[in-house]
């Protein structure tokens, strides 16, 4: 005979374990802005400490105290703005004509099938040549004034933005094109509103990589008789053995190529608002 304490727990419902999800169990304890700056600094900490211990001499690599108190003896002379705006300007002027001749180049040879056929053999040709072993025939053409350091800097900015705007001109889904076609959009229509914005990106990548190169050439080509600029107070810091200088150069490219992804990002958050994308966990 059943009690009535056994009909009771028949009736009751069934235990359920409800599981915590991530986004339930509230904030992480640990920020992430935490997270990012904690590796940076202990490698910083490390550094300080091998070179107070004297297991990193000052002739190897200066301690970052001695970079700190260097770099501010260098903006206090003048010398860190003077050498920014300089390689600056030629970072942005290389940026601009690398920029410029990419895009014509990898649209024409993007839309047009005999762009393609004139155009593209003779890029993918030139860009497996290296941008750095162009130097000498930059300085026979152009001399040993500004010109070469800005063609360096264009040429290392147009291989990689050329192959990312082509691939995202070509990558684009035709079934998009076909609609656009049959709502009745021309020929420019469907580029100005589908081809192209798909290919955005794209081409946003290879204009974040293109930055990178750029920083690379300039100090390659701020080797070619440069009287002024970050590479011309590296290689001048090479003669005397001042690490403290070259580590302060090394700081100011880096931070000036996180200033410039840091724009190209600023970009894609206003020209791809329109593009939901995966952002991680």
């Given at each position: 005979?059943?009690?009535?304490?056994?009909?009771?727990?028949?009736?009751?419902?069934?235990?359920?374990?409800?599981?915590?999800?991530?986004?339930?169990?509230?904030?992480?304890?640990?920020?992430?802005?935490?997270?990012?700056?904690?590796?940076?600094?202990?490698?910083?900490?490390?550094?300080?400490?091998?070179?107070?211990?004297?297991?990193?001499?000052?002739?190897?690599?200066?301690?970052?105290?001695?970079?700190?108190?260097?770099?501010?003896?260098?903006?206090?002379?003048?010398?860190?703005?003077?050498?920014?705006?300089?390689?600056?300007?030629?970072?942005?002027?290389?940026?601009?004509?690398?920029?410029?001749?990419?895009?014509?180049?990898?649209?024409?040879?993007?839309?047009?099938?005999?762009?393609?056929?004139?155009?593209?053999?003779?890029?993918?040709?030139?860009?497996?040549?290296?941008?750095?072993?162009?130097?000498?025939?930059?300085?026979?053409?152009?001399?040993?004034?500004?010109?070469?350091?800005?063609?360096?800097?264009?040429?290392?900015?147009?291989?990689?933005?050329?192959?990312?705007?082509?691939?995202?001109?070509?990558?684009?889904?035709?079934?998009?094109?076909?609609?656009?076609?049959?709502?009745?959009?021309?020929?420019?229509?469907?580029?100005?509103?589908?081809?192209?914005?798909?290919?955005?990106?794209?081409?946003?990548?290879?204009?974040?990589?293109?930055?990178?190169?750029?920083?690379?050439?300039?100090?390659?080509?701020?080797?070619?008789?440069?009287?002024?600029?970050?590479?011309?107070?590296?290689?001048?810091?090479?003669?005397?053995?001042?690490?403290d200088v070259i580590v302060v150069c090394l700081v100011l490219y880096?931070?000036?190529?996180?200033?410039?992804?840091?724009i190209v990002r600023l970009l894609e958050r206003g020209l791809l608002?329109?593009?939901?994308?995966?952002?991680?966990?």
């Amino acid at each position: 005979m059943t009690t009535t304490s056994e009909r009771a727990r028949a009736q009751a419902p069934p235990d359920v374990e409800t599981l915590r999800t991530r986004q339930t169990r509230g904030p992480a304890r640990v920020p992430r802005w935490v997270v990012k700056t904690a590796s940076p600094v202990l490698l910083v900490a490390l550094w300080q400490v091998l070179s107070s211990t004297g297991l990193l001499p000052r002739d190897v690599l200066a301690s970052p105290v001695t970079v700190v108190e260097t770099a501010a003896g260098m903006w206090a002379d003048g010398a860190v703005q003077s050498a920014v705006v300089v390689s600056g300007a030629r970072v942005v002027a290389g940026i601009a004509i690398g920029v410029v001749t990419a895009v014509v180049l990898a649209t024409l040879s993007g839309l047009f099938r005999r762009g393609e056929d004139v155009i593209d053999a003779p890029v993918q040709m030139l860009r497996t040549v290296p941008v750095i072993g162009l130097i000498p025939l930059l300085i026979i053409w152009f001399g040993i004034g500004e010109e070469p350091k800005i063609v360096l800097i264009g040429l290392a900015v147009t291989f990689p933005l050329y192959m990312n705007l082509f691939g995202g001109i070509r990558n684009v889904d035709a079934t998009l094109v076909e609609a656009a076609r049959t709502l009745g959009l021309g020929w420019f229509g469907q580029v100005r509103h589908v081809i192209l914005p798909s290919a955005m990106p794209q081409f946003l990548v290879g204009l974040r990589y293109s930055l990178g190169t750029a920083w690379l050439a300039l100090v390659f080509g701020e080797t070619i008789n440069a009287t002024s600029g970050i590479g011309y107070e590296m290689n001048r810091a090479r003669e005397f053995f001042e690490t403290d200088v070259i580590v302060v150069c090394l700081v100011l490219y880096a931070l000036l190529g996180l200033v410039g992804d840091g724009i190209v990002r600023l970009l894609e958050r206003g020209l791809l608002s329109w593009r939901p994308a995966f952002s991680g966990r």
